[in-house]
């Protein structure tokens, strides 16, 4: 298609203008806004006024803050190399010819088109210690006394959520490996056989450097999602026993929406975006100079 009335050099533009457009209107503008937002006091019950810097200040004084955003590093340092390795053994059998491959990306994906929040709401059934399947089998087949209670302990209740949510989204990093294995052409595998590797050094000298960008993509989007985990801790634990599952998202709702204070939580919102931007760029950084070395 052509723009015959439109110099050649501004083509290019007008076909990426709707995607721009989008950018613009649910990225930038709402990026902007939030920034705006964080330097008042504005309320859910109305009135905002200027305070400047005001709410940095007081964030960097917020101890609950700061605990919830030290959660939230442990629980993504507990689930990313979860995910990782979970996910690259489960593309590793996948990727291999047969019945059981199938199998595995059929079985393994499905939870991905679940719903966190269903997903969530799933689990906490599974392990309620009254009527959940999870604690009954356990005391069926000898294993516990009494059925465990999951919610009244923070690590209990982590590695609760760490197992819905890997449940729940380990498919996505499988399928992203797996994409990253079928790329790595057959003939080089073949003369790898032929020079006498076995599986594993096959999988350790080629397939791990060959997918090193669908590890990085994967950890990208593994870590990030976990540092804005909300929706699980919402559900299963309501950020409890007190507030020792509160992550960082889960005290930025609480401002914003159950404390009506907004100009304080966008400005924690701004404080955890710049901190996920920094930290992924590092994550970048690091893997570049590893692929030069």
Known sequence: MRFPIVPRRWVGLLYAAPALLFVAAF??????????????????????????????????RDETFWHALGFTVEYTLFITPILMVGG???????????????????????????????????????????VGLVGRLL????????????????QRGLWAVILSVVWKVIGFGMILFLAGIQRIGEDVREAATMDGAGYWQRVRYITLPLTARTLLLTTL?????????????????????????????YWIYQNSFVYFK???????????LLMIVVASACQIVAARGRADA
């Open 221 to 249: 989007i593994s870590a990030i999602g976990s540092m804005l985990a909300f929706d699980q801790f919402y559900i299963m634990t309501a950020g409890g026993p007190g507030s020792a599952t509160f992550t960082s998202v």
């Open 27 to 60: 990225v930038a503008y709402p990026l902007v806004r939030l920034v705006m937002m964080s330097m008042t006091n504005a309320s859910l019950l109305g009135g905002e006024s200027f305070v400047g810097w005001n709410n940095y200040l007081k964030a960097f």
């Open 262 to 272: 907004q100009g304080y939580g966008a400005a924690l919102s701004v404080l955890l």
């Open 88 to 130: 690259f053994l489960l593309a590793l059998l996948a990727a291999r010819p047969g019945r059981l491959a199938r199998i595995t990306r059929a079985v393994v994906f499905l939870p991905v088109v679940i719903g966190l929040g269903s997903s969530s709401i799933l689990w906490f059934g599974l392990l309620d210690e009254q």
């Open 139 to 154: 005391h069926d087949l000898g294993l516990v006394a009494q059925p465990p209670v999951w919610f009244v302990d923070a």
